[in-house]
């Protein structure tokens, strides 16, 4: 279902042509005929096999490492440790999940002089087949000092916690604070008067939320083949969201000038924020230039993927929010401390920046803490920090609409945020989506249908989430029989050759399917950044644009030669071009392009701002069987502002995920550790993921209104749909069963739980 | 005049004022003049004419990556905040 505003079409008021229309992928059938190429189908002649040694402790410090007796072992080519990378100092990177510290990440990829996490590489070997370097890692001997690890968020807070870094200090904003510390950064927001906005209330409600650690769960595990040329030259084949990023960190960890370095993406198998930090990249390059400038491909096993790539945080959250009785929010405050990991870069700062931003408030306070912990370093998750958040808020929001005896989305609506409201950490909103979003979800026929059966409740949640603009660069050029080629840099993670594709086909009013898009190396076109923030439909989309009007605007010339006709006299529409009553067409002018001079290409760059928030309103019935705490979702409507749908169907296909991701956050999925800080569940028949059997068909309702910062109106799709189910699920569990779950995942153990307790009280 | 808003972490600058003005025709322009007023607010902010890493700098909320550099307007509102992007 597409719920269209009204007031706008095109910039010109005319109906789009392929933007809406739902064309195949391009990549769809080498993707379902087993033909297109992943990281670890590449294979090059004389190919070396990597494998990594990692660390059985969560928290130790390296006393000594010998790898002798791996050396010398016959077929092993190159043996490398942290010793083999150059020592860093702090260099700051953007990955597309915001700033990262490459002296951190140096330290992540080998171990430096401590490992610090369950899995932590320490070690990598180069050998003629994997089962000997597996071998050869095996025999490589690693003496200890054993550590306590510190595992909890609110722990590692404490004066007296165990210190993973003696070096790190707590950063204010361009202030580091004296003291050792496990916390890397605060953050806050405020404003207005937090007191007065409380006494102003009739009904306060404040609430603790802890969220575990959980894992991307992309299906592709990272894979990595690196050649380190006798030329010096270096090239990487890797499944990635950001193939500029990853030369990026390779220049700066290895100390390589970028214009020796290309890195090939592969088609990737799942991203999600996952891939776009280098784990195995950098060893592999070392690898092969220890090993005779041999190529070496590593690939992780799920086990390796789970322990020692990022997942995103657990938290610890704390939500105090006020409203009078006619409904209307008076205050807000929020506590959260989000867990690292092993190294600073938790998405607290999207986290503390989106936990209140769907709502009108003018008295509000939120401290953010940045926190490391003895576990994997987090890395971006598909709205990095927001679900975590929105299980907060929009549970207390929920018990607010309740206590006050409000219908929950009539609470969003009194309160919600449109065009010119000031979001909770300060800059003002432009047109955004949100109260036709929940308009939309109040009148859908699933919110009014009745609800029969014992242990049913239906829920609703909100979710917002920014999105992020970015730098793109594509080029283009014209074939004889007037088709274009599209190069692209943007990794395709969901559909976005398509949607792509499609904007330089209207911008050129030309069939979708005579654009050919293409995914290259960083050698073969302009700069781009990753494919992550919800950002490429948006921002490569708009370099397809502009480098479309480029081509007509040049082909306006060329049909002006043939038409005898003076260029500025030249319309254009439709795929003709005309003068004076006479007319050419566009394949004809392609055709005839050697009479009219060189052959037709262009290129576009663009680096947007206006990249206009997405929100997000989910409801879900659900049936919780009170023998054995299992939750069966029952049904789920998402309905979420998309802006301009270009692709409806990929589109949808991104709330499908958001959405399935956000009940296995919901309900199952959970890292377990020990005391001793062991992952005990790093394989997916232990890792709970939702499968087919666990969910129902998801209905999802397009609200489209425009983005005044796009030509097209887009607005990021991808990442806001998996900010409310989390708290959508709690607040349906509530509805069947009395009982609040204010910690993730609501396992079944977790509500027999509180089932009983709430017996006994 | 732009107008900024200081964020919480630093109003001991500004001596608890969460908003202030200045003149000035860029971000550097309206730094340098409220640096008069309230020593050392621009190095809390601002690294090498940029926000410090993981700071973010809105300008009429539109989040820019040019820094000191950019234009402002008269009736300009300037936050900080974090930086982020996205997975």
Known sequence: ?????????????????????RPLRPDGVDKVTGKAIYGADVQLPNTLHGAMLRSP?????????DTSEAEVMPGVKAVVTAADLPDLDDIYADLGEGIVNLRYSSWKVLAHDKVLYHGHAIAAVAATSKTLAEEAV?????????????????EAMKDDA?????????????????????????IQHQRGDLEAGFAAADVIVEREFNTSTVHQGYIEPQSATGLYNDDDRITVWCSTQGAFGIRGQLSSMLQIPIARITVIPTEIGGGFGGKLDVYLEPVAVMLSQRAGNRPVKMTMNRTEVLQATGPTSGSYI???MGATRDGKLTAAEAFMAYDAGAFPGSPIGAGSSGIFAPYRLDNVRIDGYDVLGNKPKASAYRAPGSTNAAFASESVVDELAEKLGIDPLEFRLRNAVTEGDRRADGPIYDRIGFIETLTAAASHPHYEAPLDGKQRGRGVAAGFWGNWGGKSSVSASLNPDGSVNLVEGSPDIGGSRASIAMQLAEAMEIPYESVRPQVVDTDSVGFNDNTGGSRTTFGTGWAAIEVGRKLIAELKGRAAILLEADADNV???DGVFSSNGASIDLTEVADRIDETGSPVVASASVHPTGFGAAFAAHVVDVEVDPETGKVEILRYTAVQDAGKAIHPSYVEGQLHGGVAQGIGWALNEEYVYDDEGHLLNSSLLDYRMPTALDLPLIDTVLVEVPNPGHPYGVRGVGEVPIVPPAAAVANAIYRATGVRLQSLPMAPGKILDALWAADES | MATVWIPPLVQTLTGGEQIVEASGQTVREVFDNLEARYPGLRARLFQNGRPHPGVAMSVDGLVHSRGAALAVGADSEIHFLPAMSGG
């Open chain 1, 571 to 573: 319309g254009y529409g």
């Open chain 1, 318 to 320: 704390r939500v105090k």
């Open chain 1, 1 to 21: 279902m597409t719920v269209k505003d009204k007031t706008k079409e095109t910039a010109s008021g005319q109906a789009y042509k392929v933007i809406g229309t």
């Open chain 1, 57 to 65: 402790h969560a928290h130790a410090r390296i006393v000594s490492i």
């Open chain 1, 138 to 154: 095996a025999r490589i001997k690693v003496e200890y000092e054993v550590l306590p690890p510190v595992l909890d968020v609110l």
């Open chain 1, 162 to 186: 165990v210190i993973l870094h003696e070096g790190l200090r707590t950063r204010e904003l361009g202030e580091k604070l004296e003291g050792r510390t496990n916390v890397a950064s605060h």
